[in-house]
């Protein structure tokens, strides 16, 4: 048996721990902590950032081949084109430049791109470069007003909006309206197409150098083609009128039946 000692001991024991501020015995021995086994952490779990759905990459060349193949005439061309979102040449002209002459013209000329007079009028060829255009079909008998096909010419471009400071169009913005000058082209069904400049030969036949590629008969857009300097390259180069008008007088053979 416990003696009164042990007792009055103990109990003094057990008055110190409840000042020290022990207020629950949860063990009969002590616990060693140094033997207990760390608890393991929880892993950290981290969300992935939640991100918008990518948009799809719109096929602008697609689009506008879908376009202009259901387009069934020039009109509802011209309409294709002007619902055209793509280019953003668009969105800094004044407005679209799409044709200009008698479709039922044997010749269609297609330039390069409208420049500030274009953009202005809304019309292809009206400024300078416009001007001696119209000399140069003058002095083979041909003109852009006239009402018989014989001496009919129709006229567009292969960009209907004007680029920035009249810089030249880049491959993309090319690449991009092709097809609608593929169905202008298929449309109008021409007797003989000219490519004036190196951007219309650009697109038409997939090669540039006008010097080498003017007064020679070839193929684009399915129809024969005859490139030629670009007026507005005559205009800075007036040496170079003598092979602009060796190539009218090419021209004007071709569709007399002489060659």
């Known amino acids: 048996m416990e003696s009164a000692s042990d007792y009055h001991h103990a109990k003094a024991l057990l008055d110190w721990q409840i000042e020290l501020g022990a207020t629950e015995a949860i063990g009969d021995l002590p616990v060693n902590r140094y033997e207990v086994p760390e608890k393991a952490e929880k892993p950290v779990v981290t969300q992935a950032p939640v991100t918008a759905p990518k948009a799809a990459k719109v096929d602008a060349v697609a689009d506008a081949r879908a376009l202009a193949q259901a387009a069934g005439d020039l009109e509802a061309l ?23 002459g008698n479709p039922a013209a044997r010749v269609m000329i297609i330039g390069e791109a409208p420049g500030r007079d274009e953009d202005r009028e809304g019309r292809p060829f009206v400024g300078r470069a416009g001007q001696l255009l119209d000399k140069m079909l003058a002095a083979i008998d041909m003109d852009r007003k006239a009402e018989d096909a014989e001496r009919a010419v129709y006229i567009t471009n292969v960009l209907p909006w004007r680029p920035p400071q009249n810089r030249d169009p880049k491959p993309e913005e090319i690449a991009m309206l092709l097809p609608f000058v593929e169905r202008h082209v298929a449309l109008v069904k021409p007797q003989v197409v000219v490519l004036m400049g190196n ?3 650009q697109a038409g036949l997939g090669r540039r150098g006008i010097t080498k590629l003017r007064g020679t008969w070839t193929e684009a857009y399915g129809t024969p083609c005859l490139p030629m300097f670009h007026p507005a390259y005559l205009l800075r180069s007036p040496g170079a009128k003598r092979e602009a008008w060796a190539d009218l007088l090419e021209l004007q053979a071709r569709l007399r039946g002489a060659t």
Request: aromatic letters at 8%; charged letters at 25%; hydrophobic letters at 50%.
């Open 78 to 100: 011209r309409a294709a084109m002007a619902a055209f979102e793509h280019c953003e040449l668009k969105r800094g002209a004044r407005n679209l430049v799409f044709a200009d």
């Open 199 to 201: 951007i219309s030969c």
